[in-house]
């Protein structure tokens, strides 16, 4: 079973910090992924990685920024955390494959106060 | 250009009732299709995929999807809903844009299910 984890379910954080969001995937996938989910607006795009140290701007790029140093790990970076950036965090792995279903990582509900 | 289109944003049924959950697709060529499940607070688990190899497709706790070219539709439908199935459901299209291949969301599907 292919398993994708994140670092934590819940985090509060301080508006201003530099807030770090772990993945990690065991089932040698090349591409990962960064959505945040929001009622009403669904799943968006952060940021992917289609292999080590590359990475592409998703459909809401502003205040992330990524990091791959080893295939299996993919961090988001919120460099100073603000209000609006309040939501879940999935991220998810896939093979660089037909038909590229993404296996979803459980999730990190963030609020920045 | 691609899109997913589903047909109602909140579906009730009683338990042993029948579920119909309607999607809708846009895309320029054969796409893979896929049904997610997002239960309260929990990542999407994929529920089956449509991958051009058979038109009704199997997938996990009873639930199953047929590929209507014709109709561009993908619905997702169970004989017997659950009380675990009540959870929100997310039909999915995959394309490739820029050399890359992604994922469209649905926005989405919320289904109820009453005693």
């Known amino acids: 079973d292919v398993k994708v984890t994140q670092s934590s379910r819940y985090l509060v954080k301080r508006t201003g910090e530099k807030v770090f969001l772990e993945c990690v995937q065991d089932?040698?996938?090349?591409?990962m992924f960064w959505y945040r989910q929001d009622p009403g607006l669904g799943l968006r795009l952060i940021y992917f990685s289609y292999d080590v140290k590359m990475k592409e701007k998703g459909d809401i790029p502003e205040g992330y920024s990524v990091s791959r140093e080893k295939k299996e790990r993919f961090s988001l970076i919120l460099e100073s955390a603000s209000t609006n950036q309040t939501s879940m965090y999935l991220c998810?792995?896939?093979?660089?494959?037909?038909?590229?279903?993404?296996?979803f990582g459980p999730g990190t509900r963030l609020t920045v106060t | 250009a691609q899109s997913v289109t589903q047909l109602d944003s909140h579906v009730s049924v009683s338990e042993g009732t029948p579920v119909l959950l309607r999607c809708n697709y846009s895309s320029s060529y054969s796409p893979s299709l896929f049904w997610y499940v997002q239960h309260p607070n929990k990542g999407l688990q994929l529920l089956l995929k449509y991958t051009s190899a058979a038109t009704l497709v199997k997938g996990i706790n009873g639930f199953e999807a047929e590929f209507k070219k014709s109709e561009t539709s993908f619905h997702l439908t169970k004989p017997s809903a659950h009380m675990s199935d009540a959870a929100e459901y997310f039909c999915v299209v995959s394309f490739r844009s820029g050399g890359y291949n992604k994922l469209i969301f649905g926005a989405g599907t919320r289904l109820a299910v009453h005693p």
């Open positions: 089932m040698d996938h090349e591409n």
């Open positions: 998810a792995s896939n093979l660089d494959r037909v038909p590229y279903e993404q296996y």
